[in-house]
């Protein structure tokens, strides 16, 4: 048996990791000098509600230690698992690959370590397929290739609006110009961004982030974000014109939690999406 494993910065919904049987393990998110684990002892709702008023409380986030994600290892092994794929963020954005690497050595059976080369939900994606692959009997090694795919083929549209707040994380430094006009549309395929547009109201703003979904012309599958609640008219926005597509679109809603949205901020929108597997 397979057992598909990630961790909380891929944005993966618990409802959704229930029904493919992926394992996520919470990332350390320090909040005013208060460690939490993402999804555990911190949700996304109690993330937020910690700027109210306008407050921008210091954020910061650290990956999950070597020693527990061998404890997720291990609780795999126990259940019944010969084999486990792990897929993470991609290790330009995190060292959590190096403690899963460190991990594995401490576990007795075959741990298989896939680099998304993304972040954010575009990890939950590469992790579905593999999941999915797995689910219909297939080997690790096809499992590690359907992720390593998607993870590739994988794109994303998203605005961020509190600037200053993403410039002070420092994982948009190089995609930010100092001056602009209007919100920006951030974008790219395979965790390669730039600015695609800029746009002044929430209608065109979200007819320029779900333009590149459907540029293909493919079935897509799309997951659509939802961060702080100011961001729902974007959701709601996006959800809409994909359910109008002409192409079939399949749509998941995930929330931005704290390991995302310390790089992000309050206002951040968008999503998502990859050719459906024929």
Do not use: K
Not at 68 to 94: D, L, M, N, P
Not at 103 to 117: F, K, N, Q, T
Not at 123 to 138: F, M, S
């Amino acid at each position: 048996m397979i057992r598909v494993i990630t961790d909380s910065a891929s944005q993966m919904p618990t409802t959704l990791a229930a029904r493919l049987g992926v394992d996520v393990i919470p990332v350390v998110v320090t909040v005013d000098g208060v460690d939490y684990h993402e999804g555990v002892d911190l949700t996304a709702d109690e993330f937020w509600r910690r700027f109210e008023g306008g407050e921008l409380p210091a954020v910061a986030t650290s990956q999950p230690s070597p020693g527990t994600i061998a404890e997720h290892y291990r609780a795999a092994a126990a259940a019944g698992a010969t084999e486990i794929v792990s897929v993470h963020v991609g290790a330009e954005h995190s060292g959590t690959l190096n403690s899963a690497r460190l991990a594995a050595a401490e576990v007795d059976i075959p741990v298989h370590l896939v680099d998304s080369g993304t972040a954010s939900f575009g990890v939950a994606c590469a992790a579905w397929e593999a999941a999915t692959v797995a689910a219909a009997g297939g080997s690790a090694a096809e499992a590690i290739a359907r992720a390593e795919a998607t993870a590739a083929q994988t794109g994303t549209t998203f605005v961020i609006q509190a600037l200053d707040f993403a410039r002070q994380g420092g994982r948009f430094s190089a995609v930010l110009p100092d001056e602009h006009d209007g919100v920006m549309v951030i974008g790219g395929m395979g965790g390669a961004l730039d600015v695609l547009s800029t746009g002044t109201s929430i209608d065109e703003l979200c007819d320029q982030m779900v333009a590149p979904f459907l540029e293909s012309g493919r079935a897509i599958r799309a997951g659509v974000a939802l961060a702080d609640p100011a961001t729902l008219p974007f959701t709601e926005g996006i959800e809409q014109r994909l359910r109008d597509a002409s192409v079939a679109v399949d749509i998941v809603r995930y929330r931005v939690g704290p390991s995302i949205a310390a790089h992000t901020g309050p206002g951040t929108a968008g999503g998502f999406w990859y050719p459906i597997a024929e």
